[in-house]
């Protein structure tokens, strides 16, 4: 049977001419959009401060029960009532035709609300709260796309939903009723996305069949697959289940006697091939479009890498407590955190199982939360101009088996929230355990006794969340280096004596990975800096003890045999300034254009390498006192430059930059200058960080000075 258009349209115009010949269809345009607005702008959207929908999209499964089932009741039942439906049913038009041109004509009422409330009732209100031209369509400081999700979501799930109130307007010749029913049906599978079943069997998994569930994702800005797949199917389940009762004329009382059975039994057939649909394109990877501007739940290859890498037999649970309510500077990590795990649930499929709670304080949750070491944290939060602090859970535990667990007590803003659930699932699913060498120097950056202070140093963050995926161990260069590491790192070697320095470029000499950090000016000790002395050992006391003579640094602090081996040249009293800055909100808080911005857009050709995967992919990244390092030539060595300052930048010497005071009792020493003179730009980027590495032995100069060592460094 091929279908006609222009019957099709002839219906829709006679249905849709006639929701707006009177006033009720403009009312009731009226009042959908000024309910979802209540529900939109509420006191927790403005003490949130984000331009979202959220407050709306916990409520609009509920708005659609009374709205689409007002929408479709007269659909059929009105033409019972009034008797024309057998006039209707005599025209020369098919079920299927009539059918088609109903159910497009609620659509097209119900778009028009919708559109209405997006125009006028969410993007001219965020522009005007936003401060921006509310009548420009263009001109928005708000996620767009991310609001364009949202109704995405809103008219795929009320278009669905229609199907079903126009299945109660057929039963019945009473819109009353037909009201009544429609929001019944329609709260069937409302309500399967709000119960909370029991974990017995697969009970949990009845909460994929509710409409709130899959309008999670469009809510967060992602359009998935499996979520239109989803509202289609319900939507042609119910158009069929409409047209079988549409055309009981011909099958009812029949000769053959009803022909209800079989109709059921085709019903039924269809469900279920629907169902197994729906689960089959469920397991597909990564099947959804990610609508925000910033492509926040746009998981790197690396995480995709890692999920495919879990052995199906020993899945990866990841469980989050999360509070249903945060304080407004929480709010963007908290959805970063539930849509990511969305994702990874998505991308993962059966190797990946994740169970999100919604935790409050003294809850069965919060036992549970505790009993894996996750404790809610006091955070201090605004709201109506009062300062309070509010105690809130958002921590994971990440577990595959009984014998490996790694737990993330809690997210704060500005946590890399991808990050660390991938470095999470790579230490549980790794087999092979990963060294780190921490090269022991003035820095300390493992802790430990200082004899210089006679105190005890704590050990740097850095250290700590190195510790959270691989084993570190503290390396002494007092004699030669012989441990195997996969990467050791070394902070100002500079600071080393000749015969760790020695024992330390012997090492790399080897070929082994190693990362090193040097700085002119390290801003936490200027003590440490290499242009300094080493202090002394033991120190000395403030009254005229004795103080031992310090130890001389090896090349006086120049690295000189550690940059003949790296093939460069490095000033260790040369300070590279910026006046390149991509936030001059915070030029007053800075220190001085020594503070370099790194951007992928700074001037020049850019300040992060897109032929590295350890640069590539970065946007920004902030720089402090950084010196620079240039090739030499015929060096012999690969050198790709990782990160440089913008064109807009230039040098400072070390005697400009700093200046000496007295020191006594602990104070004074080296300071920062602020009155410090600089030089104009002189256009150069300069190279802040590098990788060197050997080349191939059959690409290498003939002559080369350093062609029998193997380096592979990163060098910043």
């Known amino acids: 049977m091929a279908l006609r258009p222009h019957v099709i349209l002839a219906v829709f115009k006679r249905n849709f001419l006639s929701y707006f010949s009177s006033v009720?269809?403009?009312?009731?345009?009226?009042?959908?959009?000024?309910?979802?607005?209540?529900?939109?702008?509420?006191?927790?959207?403005?003490?949130?401060?984000?331009?979202?929908?959220?407050?709306?999209?916990?409520?609009?499964?509920?708005?659609?029960?009374?709205?689409?089932?007002?929408?479709?009741?007269?659909?059929?039942?009105?033409?019972?009532?009034?008797?024309?439906?057998?006039?209707?049913?005599?025209?020369?038009?098919?079920?299927?035709?009539?059918?088609?041109?109903?159910?497009?004509?609620?659509?097209?009422?119900?778009?028009?609300?919708?559109?209405?409330?997006?125009?006028?009732?969410?993007?001219?209100?965020?522009?005007?709260?936003?401060?921006?031209?509310?009548?420009n369509p263009i001109d928005y400081d708000f996620d767009f796309m991310l609001i364009l999700a949202n109704y995405i979501g809103y008219w795929i799930s009320g278009a669905a939903l229609l199907s079903a109130a126009m299945v109660a307007s057929v039963l019945t010749n009473s819109p009353t009723v037909a009201f009544i029913l429609g929001s019944a049906f329609c709260a069937i599978p409302v309500a399967l996305g709000r119960i909370v079943f029991p974990d017995w069997g697969n009970l949990s998994k009845l909460n994929n069949l509710g409409i709130d569930e899959h309008l999670r994702d469009f809510g967060l800005g992602m359009v998935p697959l499996s979520g239109i797949l989803y509202f289609v199917s319900f939507a042609g389940f119910m158009l069929y289940v409409n047209l079988v009762m549409i055309a009981k004329r011909h099958w009812s009382g029949g000769p053959h006697g009803s022909m209800g059975w079989h109709y059921l039994a085709r019903g039924v057939a269809l469900a279920v091939t629907l169902v197994c649909l729906n689960i089959a394109v469920s397991g597909f990877a990564g099947m959804r479009a990610d609508f925000t501007a910033e492509r926040i739940y746009s998981v790197y290859?690396?995480?995709?890498?890692?999920?495919?890498?879990?052995?199906?037999?020993?899945?990866?649970?990841?469980?989050?407590?999360?509070?249903?309510?945060?304080?407004?500077?929480?709010?963007?990590?908290?959805?970063?955190?539930?849509?990511?795990?969305r994702q990874f649930d998505q991308i993962g499929g059966d190797k990946v199982r994740v169970r999100i709670v919604e935790t409050d304080q003294f809850s069965t949750a919060a036992d549970e939360a505790k009993g894996f070491g996750i404790n809610p944290q006091q955070v201090q939060s605004q709201r109506g101009g009062k300062f309070s602090v509010e105690s809130i859970y958002m921590g994971c535990v990440i577990s595959s088996g009984s014998d490996k667990e790694v737990v993330i007590p809690f997210f704060d803003v500005g946590t890399p929230v991808e990050y660390e659930?991938?470095?999470?699932?790579?230490?549980?699913?790794?087999?092979?355990?990963?060294?780190?060498?921490?090269?022991?120097?003035?820095?300390?950056?493992a802790g430990g006794f200082d004899p210089a202070t006679f105190r005890q140093s704590p050990e740097w963050r850095?250290?700590?969340?190195?510790?959270?995926?691989?084993?570190?161990?503290?390396?002494?260069?007092?004699?030669?280096?012989?441990?195997?590491?996969?990467?050791?790192?070394?902070?100002?070697?500079?600071?080393?004596?000749?015969?760790?320095?020695?024992?330390?470029?012997?090492y790399v000499k080897q070929g082994k990975p190693t990362l090193i950090f040097d700085d002119p000016v390290p801003l936490f000790n200027l003590g440490n800096a290499p242009r300094q002395q080493?202090?002394?050992?033991?120190?000395?006391?403030?009254?005229?003890?004795?103080?031992?003579?310090?130890?001389?640094?090896?090349?006086?602090?120049?690295?000189?045999?550690?940059?003949?081996?790296?093939?460069?040249?490095?000033?260790?009293?040369?300070?590279?300034?910026?006046?390149?800055?991509?936030?001059?909100?915070?030029?007053?808080?800075?220190?001085?254009?020594?503070?370099?911005?790194v951007g992928a857009k700074s001037p020049g050709a850019g300040g992060f390498s897109?032929?590295?995967?350890?640069?590539?992919?970065?946007?920004?990244?902030?720089?402090?006192?950084?010196?620079?390092?240039?090739?030499?030539?015929?060096?012999?060595?690969?050198?790709?430059?990782?990160?440089?300052?913008?064109?807009?930048?230039?040098?400072?010497?070390?005697?400009?930059?700093?200046?000496?005071?007295?020191?006594?009792?602990?104070?004074?020493?080296?300071?920062?200058?602020?009155?410090?003179?600089?030089?104009?730009?002189?256009?150069?980027?300069?190279?802040?960080?590098?990788?060197?590495?050997?080349?191939?032995?059959?690409?290498?100069?003939?002559?080369?000075?350093?062609?029998?060592?193997?380096v592979n460094v990163i060098y910043v």
């Open 24 to 135: 009720i269809g403009y009312l009731f345009v009226v009042a959908f959009v000024g309910l979802m607005a209540f529900r939109a702008f509420t006191p927790e959207f403005f003490a949130d401060n984000q331009a979202t929908l959220d407050q709306l999209n916990g409520w609009f499964s509920l708005i659609l029960l009374f709205i689409i089932p007002a929408i479709a009741m007269t659909s059929w039942s009105e033409e019972k009532k009034q008797g024309t439906d057998e006039l209707l049913f005599t025209l020369p038009a098919h079920d299927v035709e009539i059918l088609l041109g109903k159910y497009f004509s609620l659509l097209a009422i119900y778009t028009t609300a919708l559109a209405f409330s997006f125009v006028f009732g969410t993007t001219i209100v965020l522009k005007f709260l936003t401060g921006k031209s509310v009548f």
């Open 301 to 341: 290859p690396t995480t995709r890498e890692t999920l495919r890498s879990i052995d199906p037999k020993k899945p990866v649970v990841i469980q989050a407590f999360i509070s249903p309510k945060v304080p407004g500077e929480y709010v963007g990590t908290r959805s970063s955190l539930i849509g990511l795990l």
């Open 421 to 445: 659930l991938t470095r999470s699932i790579r230490t549980i699913v790794s087999s092979k355990e990963v060294r780190i060498g921490i090269l022991t120097t003035d820095v300390k950056m």
């Open 462 to 506: 850095f250290v700590t969340e190195l510790k959270k995926e691989y084993k570190v161990e503290q390396v002494m260069a007092d004699s030669p280096i012989t441990g195997s590491y996969d990467v050791l790192i070394a902070a100002l070697p500079s600071s080393l004596t000749e015969p760790q320095m020695q024992n330390f470029v012997d």
């Open 534 to 597: 080493k202090p002394a050992a033991g120190g000395g006391g403030p009254f005229g003890g004795q103080q031992a003579p310090p130890q001389p640094k090896a090349d006086n602090g120049k690295a000189t045999r550690l940059m003949n081996l790296l093939g460069v040249a490095w000033d260790n009293g040369e300070v590279v300034f910026d006046q390149y800055t991509p936030h001059p909100e915070y030029t007053e808080l800075m220190i001085g254009p020594e503070l370099i911005w």
């Open 610 to 710: 897109g032929k590295s995967a350890v640069t590539s992919g970065l946007q920004e990244m902030l720089v402090p006192f950084p010196g620079t390092i240039r090739q030499r030539e015929n060096a012999g060595l690969e050198f790709v430059p990782l990160l440089r300052s913008s064109t807009s930048s230039g040098t400072i010497a070390w005697e400009e930059l700093i200046k000496e005071t007295p020191s006594f009792f602990g104070m004074g020493g080296p300071q920062i200058n602020r009155d410090a003179p600089h030089m104009l730009p002189d256009g150069e980027q300069y190279v802040l960080a590098a990788k060197i590495k050997s080349k191939p032995a059959a690409t290498k100069p003939t002559k080369d000075p350093f062609e029998s060592e193997q």
